[in-house]
């Protein structure tokens, strides 16, 4: 292992950024040591996430040196794995007329996370996210090609440089223009829209997707319209947090505008409310527009005449089951898969080469796919989307509330209930994993030991997306969705009695210092979920994870 101060000095040695060199001195001078050993001791890992951290000195951060170092890994693994790559070329792209900076295959992303915080993401040539084994090759390429090459932004000054912005975003609206599908109505329509960009870069790109599927303009939240990296306005840039969306239902009370849109700050998330009819707001959860989503795909669908055999459609495995139910009863096919877009676009890549059409995808953290031709989430398509439900239900005397209520009585009623633990130390999340598999029973089993029953209800199902588990798949018992690089448990649990469900999955984080839960019920009516929903959150707490034991936070 190296030492503190080897590691400080081989910082200094490469980095020619003042700014980071600066932070580096300075804490080594003021004998900041704890600080240092955050920054310095474990180096940014890159992962099928690509690259996402802090932006500040040390080589577990995101900062010049270290996106340089991504930089040229990707470069020589593109040039190892890409047939012709040299003849071909490796041609950097600036889009100066975006509020992003994209480069080869990669691209600086700033999301939904805190403003400190910057992304590096890596698209291979399906123009889908990295999968494995990508991502460790590109790790260990990165690895093998530390030294920077170069710090002389005059080498930018070349031909190859190209600014294809305008050509990319004809091409974009293009294809966005292919999803509308009730123009001249949505240019009837007296609903009006309140949007908000978060200080982010959405404005610009909404609008012009307004006027493209043929609305009037929406009231834009103006002290949140242009981009700004401070997000002045709110704590948390993300739609999905309490108080985000405050100045957007202020600006729709004051407009009379019945429905407020939201985007993240890179404009790839949705969020969506409508003012009920006692004035107050309900915001829709992730899985309530992937849901009303997911039915209005398939109600296009079928009325275009095609067969529902070639329909399909994707989900996360931590977001709702309702999707699932729906296609089961309606003919078409779901599938389910890891977390994140980067296996919600392959997955669809595959259904695709098997003959599928699959038009729409979803996570529950408010990302959506739509189309054929773009395999990632895109709130700018959301957005427009979502508006012309909006239209269409608006002529049927209904509203998008009133719809996900029809859909709940015909499929049954599904409530989510998502947040997490804060565990600051590994070893103690490893040890709590542990037990889960060899939970304490008063009855001895062969191969593991999981909890059987939750809050009343008996386990049904086990699948471990870490150690390679299925308890509904005998007699392997493998799993058919890839494993996890941490820890990942799925349980499904049931009251067959009483006729409630649920769905429970625990996962660490990648990125943060997080056991995750995503907790599902369903059942024949909105009270038996709703009491349900507090007690196995309690008991996963209390007793399965022992919290108090262990020290655990609370979200």
Known sequence: MSSLKDLVDEWLRLDQNETTRTQVQSLWQAGNISELERRMRVRIEFGTAGLRGKMEAGWARMNDLTVIQASQGLCAYVMEQIENAASRGIRPCSFPKCQKTWCCLWCHDHSHNPKQDNGYKVYWENAVQIISPHDEGISNSIKANLQPRSWDLGVLATPLLQDPTDQMLYGYIQELSRLCQTRILNGTTGVKFVNTSMHGVSDKFVSEAFTVFGFAPYLPVTEQQQPDPEFPTVKFPNPEEKGALDLAFKTAEREGAMYVLAQDPDSDRFSAAERGTNGAWIKFTGD??????????????????????????????????????????????????????????????????????????????????????????????????????????????????????????????????????ICTDPPTIDKIFA???????????????????????????????????????????????????????????????????IVLTTRTSGTEPKIKYYLEGSGKNTHSVATLLPKVVAELGDVWLEADKHGLGYA
């Not at 529902?308 to 139910?325: N, P």
């Not at 009855?443 to 308890?471: F, H, K």
């Not at 798949?473 to 067959?496: D, T, V």
């Open 288 to 421: 309530q527009l992937g849901v009303i989503f997911g039915h209005r795909t398939l109600e296009l669908y079928r009325s275009s005449g095609k067969s529902l055999d070639k329909l399909a459609m994707v989900a996360s495995t931590v977001s709702s089951k309702m999707l699932e139910t729906v296609a089961r009863i309606e003919g078409f096919k779901f599938v389910e898969c890891l977390t994140g877009f980067k296996f919600i676009g392959n997955t669809a890549l595959d259904l695709v080469k098997m003959g599928y059409e699959v038009p729409f995808g979803y996570e529950e953290a408010i990302g959506y796919m739509f189309g054929s031709e773009i395999r990632d989430k895109d709130g700018v398509a959301a957005t427009v989307s979502f508006a012309e439900i909006v239209t269409a239900l608006h002529g049927q005397g209904k509203t998008v509330n009133s719809y996900l209520q029809e859909l709940y009585g015909r499929y049954g009623y599904f409530q989510t209930s998502n947040s997490y633990f």
């Open 435 to 501: 037990r889960i598999r060899s939970y304490p029973s008063i009855e001895s089993q062969a191969g593991p030991s999981y909890p059987r029953e939750i809050a009343g209800l008996t386990v049904t199902s086990v699948v471990d997306l870490t150690t390679g588990y299925d308890s509904t798949n005998p007699p392997s018992c493998k799993p058919s969705l890839p494993l996890s690089s941490g820890h990942m448990i799925q349980f499904r649990a049931e009251n067959a009695v009483e006729g409630t469900k």
